[in-house]
Structure formats: structure tokens, C-alpha cells
């Protein structure tokens, strides 16, 4: 426009976490992670991926990476409080067979398992496991010690001080600044701290807010926000979004129909900086988390032919 001084444009400065290194594989925001999830029950919320049965889990497998998974997170107890009670042997029963599975036949995949048992995840260990992920915020105060005995790497996660299948109630915070966000800092940061005292280089470990775990939906929607405030404490981030509460109360849908917006919340976080995604839905969240790769301009298009 005549007259009007235009400011000049100038690069986004954009989050941006250091490397995860597992199995021999290296993700960052050029190369994000899709950790597809794989539930060895028959109680989990989301009914479409329930598979008690371990024919249903390996064929849950075979579609993820055909879909382009490149962790896949198998558990074997839901994390509500709702459903059936396990024990860590129960727990094993279904877990092991799928990991033992999973290692035959996928050798280049990265095995996690979602648990918050120190025995279980010392069993699975034997069978080559990447990965512990720890939804409870080190509620066993041993898992973290086996994650390094095994050479994995470790998920530290946030739940607002609940033990292990605690859903929220009356949960509260300061107002901010000190509040909600705070606290997932300080909790993440001393976390991945005791991480590595205890032998899990920084490079095998993921922080992870934990979105509805001990925090009511205003709580969840602004640690979202400032996912780039976890990507200053220098770890890669995990954001497990995939149709969850906080998702079905923001637009008043069942499970069943969370799919846009858990893929807008991922693309979201991928903006601010997380590189790992937990999902339920394997094909489109890797279409696009890839797209914000390379829109945020950490990778280029596979194709680049209009207007050449």
C-alpha cells in the first residue's frame, strides 16, 4: 500500500526439542514419531481398541505399521478406575506374548510398554523392550532404575500427585502464574532429572504433560497451550492426545467422534514443538504431524513439481 511502512518479514522462531534415540532410531521435528497404541483389555474407553484377545492385538500390529507407526505402546491394564482389576501377572500374561510377537516380527520397531509396575516391565525387558512408559509419575519408585538396567528409555509423566487408576475429582491449582503449568514443569523437569541420575541418557528420554490425568479440562487445554514451555526444559516431548476427555468435553462428543479434534489438539502440540505421538488412529495423525513438519519448514515436501 502507497505510504505505509511494511515491516519486514522475518523466520518464525519455532520450539524445538533435542533428538530421541531408540533402537537405533532418531526422531525429531523433521522426523516425528507415531506411537500407535495397542490395548491388551477389554475394558479400555475407547471400545475400537480393545484386544483382549491376542489374535485381535496382532492384527491391531500388523494395520499400525502398515499405517506407518514407528513405536508401538502396548498395555495390558486400563487407566481409569472404572473396569476390571489386574494383577502384575495378569498384567504379563497379556503383555508378553504380543511383545515376544511384536520383536519377531517387526525388528526394526520400537517396543514401549505402558506400565507403572517395576516387575512387569523387568519381564519384558528380556524380550528387547525400548521403551517404559510410565503414566504414573514414577508411582513405583523402582521402574525407573529397571528402564536403565535395561537400556531402555523413559517416559516421565504428570498426573498431579494420583496413584495408578485415580480418575480426577475436585482437582485444583494456583491460579497462573504458579499454577497448572507450573507444576507440570517442576514435575516433568524433576523427573527426567532423576532419569538420569539413575543411568537413562537424556537422548532416552521423553516428557509427557499427560493431558487428563489429574487435571480437569481447562487444565489440560492450557498445558496444551504452553507445550512450548516444556520444550525449554530441553527433553522430547510425548503428547498422548488421542480422544481424550479433555477433547470430548471440549467439543461435547463421545470417543467414538474425537477424531478431528484430537487430530487439531495434535497438530497443535506438533507446532509448539512435541515430536512423539500417542494415538489410536495411526494413518492420520502420521499424515499430519508429517504436514507440520513441513509446514514449520523442518523437512520439505515430498513432491515439489507446481510451478516448476
Known sequence: MAGVDLPEPHDVDLPRTPPLRLHGRTFDSSTPAVMAIINRTSDSFFAANRHADLESALSALESAVEAGADIVDVGGVRAGQEGEDVSAQQEMDRVLPFLQHARAQYPELVLSLDTWRAEVAREAGRLGLDLVNDTWAGHDPELVGVAAELGAGVVCSHTGGLPPRTDPHGVTYPPEPGGVVTDVVRTLAHGARRAERSG??????????????????????????????????????????????????????????????????????????????RTHDVRATRRVVDMVAVIRGDRPPRVALRGT
Open 200 to 277: 537413562i541418557p537424556a537422548e532416552r528420554i521423553l516428557i509427557d504433560p499427560t493431558l487428563d490425568f489429574g487435571k480437569t479440562t481447562a487444565h489440560s487445554l492450557r498445558v496444551l497451550r504452553h507445550t512450548g514451555d516444556l520444550a525449554a526444559l530441553g527433553y522430547p516431548i510425548l503428547q498422548a492426545l488421542s480422544r481424550k476427555d479433555f477433547v470430548g468435553e471440549s467439543l461435547d462428543l463421545p470417543p467414538e467422534e474425537r477424531l478431528e479434534g484430537t487430530l487439531a489438539a495434535t497438530a497443535i502440540a506438533a507446532w509448539l514443538g512435541a515430536t512423539v505421538f
